[in-house]
């Protein structure tokens, strides 16, 4: 059994800075690769970053230059770095962690989300 426990998040005000972590657990051989989602009210689930195994890094245009995501393969673990954030980035971020490979298959995983709440 794989989970994802994700922490961090949180209030902040305009301008300000969280970090957002997510630990993968469980008989995992290796990940493809892991990122964060969110979806804000009444929106549908977005990407905001993802890392592969091998350190490439994709980002939403609406994140570029202020959010960095990051990876530790051997404790299989993603953190995002969010700066400069506004009251758009409030939303429930969701850790993902995609191309999983254990003993029974390959398998994608998502954790329960946290919030992250930017006031104005």
């Known amino acids: 059994q794989v989970q994802l426990v994700e922490s961090g998040g949180g209030l902040v005000q305009t301008g300000g800075s969280l970090r957002v972590s997510c630990a993968a657990s469980g008989r995992i051989f290796s990940i493809g690769a892991m990122g964060w989602y969110r979806q804000a009210p009444g929106k549908q689930r977005e990407l905001v970053a993802t890392i592969t195994s091998d350190g490439r890094t994709n980002y939403a245009n609406a994140v570029k230059g202020r959010f960095t995501i990051s990876k530790d393969n051997a404790k299989n673990t993603v953190i995002l770095h969010m700066n400069s954030l506004i009251p758009e980035d409030t939303a429930v971020y969701y850790c993902?962690?995609?191309?999983?490979?254990?003993?029974?298959?390959?398998?994608?995983?998502w954790g329960q989300g946290t919030q992250v709440t930017v006031s104005s």
């Open positions: 993902n962690a995609d191309r999983v490979i254990t003993s029974t298959g390959i398998y994608e995983y």
